[in-house]
Every structure is written in C-alpha cells, then in structure tokens.
T-cell receptor
Framework: SQQGEEDPQALSIQEGENATMNCSYK?????LQWYRQNSGRGLVHLIL?????REKHSGRLRVTLDTSKKSSSLLITASRAADTASYFC????????????FGQGTRLTINP | NAGVTQTPKFQVLKTGQSMTLQCAQD?????MSWYRQDPGMGLRLIHY???????DQGEVPNGYNVSRSTTEDFPLRLLSAAPSQTSVYFC??????????FGPGTRLTVL
C-alpha cells in the first residue's frame, strides 16, 4: 500500500510562477525524500529531509517537514518549462530507512 | 562512474516464460533495491538487499526472486511471467539512510 498521498495529483501553471506540492504520510519516519521523474525516464533525487529537520533548500527548491502533522511540501520557485515532470515523495521508515514507500506523485506541467 | 545500469531496456515475454533483469552499480553502495511502477502510480518495492549475501522482501515480492552475490550486482528473476507483471522495473542503490540513485528502467510486457 502507498503510505504517501500527494496533493494535487496534477498541477498546471505558467512559467515563472511558483509550484507547491504536498505529501502526507501515515507512520513515523526516519526521512522523507522528493524525486522527479521526466516522462519515460528514471527517478532523479531532489532533496532528502530527516525527521529532526523542518526545512531544507536546494537552489529553487524548498522542502518543509511537519512531523506532528505527518506532512511535507515541495515548493519550486520561478518555474521553468524544464520543470515539467512528475514529482514523488517517498518516506523512509524508522525501521529500515532504505525501504522507501512512494506516493502516487504530482504531475506538474509548466506552460510557456 | 556509470551509476546504476539496467539491461535490457525493453522486453516482451509470453506468459510462463522466465527471465532475469540485470542491475549493476559502480558506487560501492551497500543497499540495492528493485521497484515496479504501474501506470499512474508511484513505485512499489519488490525486493531489497542491505549487502552482499543479504536479501529481503518488499511490498510486492510474489513471482520474483533476487540474489546478491557481489556488492555491484543485483539481478531480478521472473520465474514464470504473468500479464500482471507487465510494468516498468527500476533498480536503485544507496548508502544506508541516504538518497537512492535509480537506473533508467526496464519496460516489460507480458503477453
């Protein structure tokens, strides 16, 4: 079963706007990771945030983690056409943090 | 470094046939795993390994076998292919509790 639930399932915005995707999960975690998948390709790791961290930045990406609400968000600022992809959150459980459990993903489309 | 490599990229099987999907990594990662991705869904863990000689089941292990004789290689065997195993298969590797590096995937169709 999928632990992560992502919201929205699909998001379409104009180039230059910010995109926010949310992920909720059910059980306690060791870490939460965000991945990007371009159509027909493998997954590329974006950010890993550990359970004792609240916020992390990487370039135009900002990830927050609220363990009390069991939720995370991914913000992409100043979006570009190349950001068009599916974005997945994945949780690493406390026991066996490598056994990632993926959400169903958010399909992001950036319109030029 | 080549990273994580998978072969073949595409494969068509008939029901009942067996085959092995190959996965190799050159990053000296202890942890390797196999996932399947079905349309409109995230990835689901099939089997994983925390080191050479050690394997364990993930969420959807039925119909698949794995072995880990070396750190570099982690093949996935389909014993008797079924149409329900039509999917895209991804191999990944990592150090413990760190980000996973994914291969490009194998698209498998079972007729």
């Amino acid at each position: 079963s999928q632990q992560g639930e992502e919201d929205p399932q699909a998001l379409s915005i104009q180039e230059g706007e910010n995109a926010t995707m949310n992920c909720s999960y059910k059980t306690s975690i060791n870490n939460l990771q965000w991945y990007r998948q371009n159509s027909g390709r493998g997954l590329v790791h974006l950010i890993l945030i550990r359970s004792n961290e609240r916020e992390k930045h990487s370039g135009r990406l900002r990830v927050t983690l609220d363990t009390s609400k069991k939720s995370s968000s991914l913000l992409i600022t100043a979006s570009r056409a190349a950001d068009t992809a599916s974005y997945f959150c994945a949780t690493g459980p406390i026991q066996g943090a490598q056994k990632l459990v993926f959400g169903q993903g958010t399909r992001l489309t950036i319109n030029p | 470094n080549a990273g994580v490599t998978q072969t073949p990229k595409f494969q068509v099987l008939k029901t009942g046939q067996s085959m092995t999907l190959q996965c190799a990594q050159d990053m000296n990662h202890e942890y390797m795993s196999w996932y399947r991705q079905d349309p409109g869904m995230g990835l689901r863990l099939i089997h994983y390994s925390v080191g050479a000689g050690i394997t364990d089941q993930g969420e959807v292990p039925n119909g698949y076998n794995v072995s880990r004789s070396t750190t570099e290689d982690f093949p996935l065997r389909l014993l008797s292919a079924a149409p329900s195993q039509t999917s895209v298969y991804f191999c990944a590797s990592s150090h413990p509790s760190n980000e996973q590096f994914f291969g490009p995937g194998t698209r498998l169709t079972v007729l």
